[in-house]
């Protein structure tokens, strides 16, 4: 009877052992199966032509204001190509997030190791250094979580975004899709928001401004006097300034055709305020015409470059390529012809050209 029962409760262990092994085997091909579909899915090659709509970190903060009761609050964000978009600003944020931006294949092994380092010593993993080409990858596909998992998915989803898209087209996608601030995705609904100016207008202080916010955008803000964001600002603005991307002279012209620009708006709209809606009877047949005044119309700057890049180059007189440039109408001849050739400068010494 005892040799029975041993006998049975051995095969009884024998089967709980197979039930676990089947159960960890299906554990780690489930495991496997979860982090190898995004070798294939989704499908990146097709943001070559076309813009992403709602990215996954939209959807996830549309779930937080569901959660806390909010179903008034919207995402907003117009998309804008990236030759509508300031060269400071894309400057400003390549200085503030990613500094090897047109060099490194979309990981920074050196901030990963020195990241590291100072986790380890914190005894805290925050996994930071993450490149602009990892946020990408995050903001589209992935939730803000931490854990090891999603690194891993981020690190395939940065390989294939990489190798599938050019260093131009990335910086454009995430300037569209980076959230700066409560529901404001991207920059040109950024700008619209703080500065009340298309991305094309943003000066270098603007610039520096909305760069220093990224890494926590609902708790800083470019308008606000937080000593974070004006020591952050601080050091991005400085750094552009040594590297010959913003001169005393060329933030002054800059100024002075925005200040220009505006006196010339207010004119437009206090002329129109003051237009008779009749036709005035003066005594001459015909009625009055009133004379229209054509804004001059904001265009694309040139193409951005790395600042990472222009660090130990010789510095040239480089001017703003943004669309106050495109304003030259407005100016007198003197001025416009120098606003070409700064364009033209700052248009040569552009590295992403020699990238692609």
Known sequence: MTSAWCLQEKTMGEKIKKILKAAVILFVLVFIASIGIYFVFPNIAALKKTNPKKTAFMQYRERQWREQGDWKKQITQRWVPYSRISPYLIKA???????????????????????MEKDIKAKKFKFGASTISQQLAKNLYLSPSKSPIRKIKEAILTWRIEKNLTKKRILEIYLNVAEWGDGIFGI?????????????????????????????????????????????SRVIYNIM???GIVTREIEEAVNNIEKESRQQEQEEASQEDTQPEATVNTGHPGPGKAVAHKAAQTGAGNDGGSAAQTENSTPVNKGPENGQMTREKDSPPDKKAALQQLNRNLSAYSPERASQ
Request: hydrophobic fraction near 40%; charged fraction near 30%.
């Open 93 to 115: 944020v390549l200085i503030g997030e990613d500094d090897k931006f047109w060099n490194h294949d979309g990981f920074d092994f050196d901030a990963i190791e020195a990241a």
């Open 241 to 243: 300034v040594r590297r």
């Open 188 to 232: 040109e609904a950024a700008s619209r928001h703080y500065f009340g100016k298309p991305a094309s207008a943003l000066s270098p202080d603007e610039a520096a401004r909305l760069a220093s916010i990224l890494p926590n955008p609902l708790k800083f803000s470019p308008l606000a006097r937080q000593k974070y964001v004006m020591n952050r």
